[in-house]
């Protein structure tokens, strides 16, 4: 099967600080990988879509400059949340995939707590 | 937009007993996905339907693609207390180039020994 890793999969930080967020695919390659967030209780929310070397595509109402994405290879994408505040407490999943059409596979989450 | 709304938004049910949920858009899709997210955890694909009137099953798992292509249904039978989680139908966004996919609201299944 596919497999996608996060790391890491869970992390507390101090209001004002930028944490990273990686997202992997293990065993196969993906042209495409998605950034969701997903608050208690509630279903997943698309942030943005990222392609492999360029600009990701950002969901109406998330601020590019504060969820910036990179999508660097076609195993590894990054979501970093700057100068992080407490509503951006949250679980952040990422998925991929391998070409249009095919399934995402998501990955096991990462948990954000900002104090 | 696109939504998709499932009912019911939670079920609590003894172990051994069947389960149904569905999932309905106001639109229509020409792909359902049923994934089931355990705690903590990222969604993992049960089941997919491309095709309207299409039936798949998946052991226990049964789901529906509906002739309107409006609705999907998933049953579970013999329910076990590892079927714990969320049940999210998705489908992919109409006016996205890339098959982004909008998510249903979620049922809690919760399993009783």
């Known amino acids: 099967g596919a497999v996608v890793s996060q790391h890491p999969s869970w992390v507390i930080c101090k209001s004002g600080t930028s944490v990273k967020i990686e997202c992997r695919s293990l065993d196969f390659q993906a042209t495409t990988m998605f950034w969701y967030r997903q608050f208690p209780k509630q279903s997943l929310m698309l942030m943005a879509t990222s392609n492999e070397g360029s600009k990701a595509t950002y969901e109406q109402g998330v601020e590019k400059d504060k969820f910036l994405i990179n999508h660097a290879s076609l195993t590894l994408s990054t979501l970093t949340v700057t100068s992080a505040h407490p509503e951006d407490s949250s679980f952040y999943i990422c998925?991929?995939?391998?070409?249009?059409?095919?399934?995402?596979?998501f990955g096991p989450g990462t948990r954000l707590l900002v104090l | 937009g696109q939504q998709l709304n499932q009912s019911p938004q939670s079920m609590f049910i003894q172990e051994g007993e069947d389960v149904s949920m569905n999932c309905t858009s106001s639109?229509?899709?020409?792909?359902w996905l049923w994934y089931k997210q355990d705690p903590g955890e990222g969604p993992v694909l049960l089941i997919a339907?491309?095709?309207?009137?299409e039936l798949t099953s998946n052991g226990r798992l049964t789901a529906q693609f509906g002739i309107t292509r409006k609705d999907s249904f998933l049953n579970i039978s013999a329910s076990i207390p590892s079927d714990v989680g969320i049940y999210f139908c998705a489908g992919p966004d109409h006016g996205g180039a890339t098959n982004k996919l909008i998510f249903g609201t979620g049922t809690l299944l919760a399993v009783q020994p």
């Open positions: 339907l491309y095709k309207a009137g």
């Open positions: 998925s991929a995939k391998r070409g249009e059409g095919e399934t995402q596979y």
């Open positions: 639109s229509i899709f020409n792909t």
